[in-house]
């Protein structure tokens, strides 16, 4: 990257980061973001500020969202999601997770150390918020790491819960080898029709050595979410002309986004540390579309890891209550095999899977996905397998649909 380009980036992180800094002002004077006193360690004496967002009527369905990561806040980024689920009568709360955005300082505004980051502990925060808003019982609504969480509240807290979205889950972290698999099967080996072309031709500029081989896992499945198998043939062809832009780009956003936080939106500096001790385990294999080698890089200077906090796939057979585990057709992080899984593991489970949608349907989709949280806590979850295309069907439009419209439209007219 020249200086130039640098020194650009520089100062749109600096602006990003002013922006943001004004907007969370505001929101800190708003009545509906409270902050709560927390241990920062069970049984310890100092303490932190924690923050969590109410919203919506009072003695309607309280609905508690988790947002994934780890390393996304709840605060700001979510502020549309809350509102949609607050017309949907919902009594919404949502927790700033320790150690992200308003929750990430001590009493004395100093970054909370790795020992006060684990799962249980996020999983105590939630319960201590359900006090403060003398609520018994909630709907949980858990995405990606969010539904990680959701399912560690639902084991050490199950007398809180009065249903649960588990949205592109995953349980154990060997899920993550699952979804490695997953992602070669599709792209690299062309087991399904719809991607035997994209993945041949894949195969052949890897092989000839146009594209490198410990790039492919953090560009492909990127493309391939937003867009799925057109979009990926887009990016090879253009690969293929010598036109780098798009591949270059993604490559450095996909880097930056693990190594550069983005204040109160995805703050993965102190989390991570959770999450190499605790969630990820996975190693690069050398072979093609590794999406552990962005990971092991970024690893560096985080606690190895020591282990899951329990096990969950036992867990998840005395969940009692009504639960959709939700899954999106082009989800190449937490990939259908589990999440059928899942489903088959819980006494009161059914799959509901979405067509064409990435990762994520909270964050992609958020009209469906909390139509799908109305109808678990109407009793009704049975009925959302059927439903789901008429919910995709539904108006609503992310930031990452936008995101795959620039991407064709940059591969149609980049030049080399």
Request: glycine content about 8%.
């Given at each position: 990257m020249s200086t130039v380009d640098t020194e650009w980036d520089a100062r749109r992180e600096r602006k990003r980061d002013q922006r943001s800094e004004r907007v969370i002002a505001e929101f800190r004077q708003r009545p509906s973001v409270r902050r709560l006193s927390r241990p920062m360690i069970e049984g310890g004496s100092r303490r932190f500020e924690l923050t969590y967002v109410r919203e919506g009527s009072r003695g309607a369905t309280p609905?508690?969202?988790?947002?994934?990561?780890?390393?996304?806040?709840?605060?700001?980024?979510?502020?549309?999601?809350?509102?949609?689920?607050?017309?949907?009568?919902?009594?919404?709360?949502?927790?700033?997770?320790?150690?992200?955005?308003?929750?990430?300082?001590?009493?004395?505004?100093?970054?909370?150390?790795?020992?006060?980051?684990?799962?249980?502990?996020?999983?105590?925060?939630?319960a201590a918020v359900l006090d403060d808003c003398d609520i018994d019982r909630a709907v949980v609504f858990g995405s990606s790491y969010g539904a990680y969480l959701a399912q560690t509240f639902g084991a050490k807290h199950p007398e809180r819960v009065a249903g649960m979205v588990l949205d592109s889950t995953y349980s154990t972290v060997s899920d993550f080898a699952v979804a490695r698999d997953e992602v070669r099967r599709l792209l690299w080996h062309g087991?399904?029709?719809?991607?035997?072309?994209?993945?041949?031709?894949?195969?052949?500029?890897?092989?000839?050595?146009?594209?490198?081989?410990?790039?492919?896992?953090?560009?492909?499945?990127?493309?391939?979410?937003?867009?799925?198998?057109?979009?990926?043939?887009?990016?090879?062809?253009?690969?293929a002309a010598g036109r780098w832009g798009p591949w270059r780009w993604m490559h450095r956003v996909a880097d930056e986004e693990l190594?550069?936080?983005?204040?109160?939106?995805?703050?993965?500096?102190?989390?991570?540390?959770?999450?190499?001790?605790?969630?990820?385990?996975?190693?690069?294999?050398?072979?093609?579309?590794?999406?552990?080698?962005?990971?092991?890089?970024?690893?560096?200077?985080?606690?190895?890891?020591?282990?899951?906090?329990?096990?969950?796939?036992?867990?998840?057979?005395?969940?009692?209550?009504?639960?959709?585990?939700?899954?999106?057709?082009?989800?190449?992080?937490?990939?259908?095999?589990?999440?059928?899984?899942?489903?088959?593991?819980?006494?009161?489970?059914?799959?509901?899977?979405?067509?064409?949608?990435?990762?994520?349907?909270?964050?992609?989709?958020?009209?469906?996905a909390l139509n799908a949280a109305r109808g678990v806590a109407l009793g009704r979850h049975h009925r959302l397998p059927a439903m789901a295309p008429k919910l995709a069907s539904l108006p609503s439009r992310s930031a990452r649909s936008l995101l795959g419209l620039g991407l064709r439209t940059w591969l149609t007219v980049a030049r080399p």
């Open positions: 609905l508690l969202i988790l947002p994934g990561g780890p390393g996304l806040a709840s605060v700001l980024p979510y502020h549309r999601q809350r509102t949609l689920a607050a017309r949907r009568e919902f009594d919404v709360i949502m927790v700033e997770h320790r150690g992200i955005g308003l929750s990430r300082h001590d009493e004395h505004g100093h970054d909370l150390p790795f020992g006060a980051l684990t799962v249980d502990a996020a999983a105590d925060d939630l087991d399904d029709p719809a991607t035997a072309c994209v993945a041949a031709k894949l195969r052949e500029l890897v092989d000839s050595g146009v594209i490198p081989v410990e790039e492919t896992g953090s560009v492909i499945p990127v493309f391939y979410e937003l867009g799925g198998p057109a979009l990926v043939d887009r990016l090879l062809d253009a690969v190594g550069k936080p983005s204040r109160y939106v995805l703050e993965l500096d102190l989390v991570s540390a959770m999450n190499y001790r605790e969630l990820y385990d996975l190693e690069p294999d050398g072979l093609p579309l590794d999406q552990a080698v962005a990971f092991a890089k970024h690893a560096k200077g985080f606690p190895a890891f020591e282990g899951e906090p329990r096990c969950l796939l036992s867990a998840l057979e005395d969940f009692s209550w009504p639960t959709a585990v939700l899954t999106a057709e082009r989800d190449l992080r937490t990939v259908r095999p589990v999440a059928e899984r899942t489903a088959r593991l819980l006494p009161d489970g059914v799959l509901v899977p979405f067509r064409d949608m990435p990762h994520s349907v909270l964050d992609n989709h958020p009209v469906a």
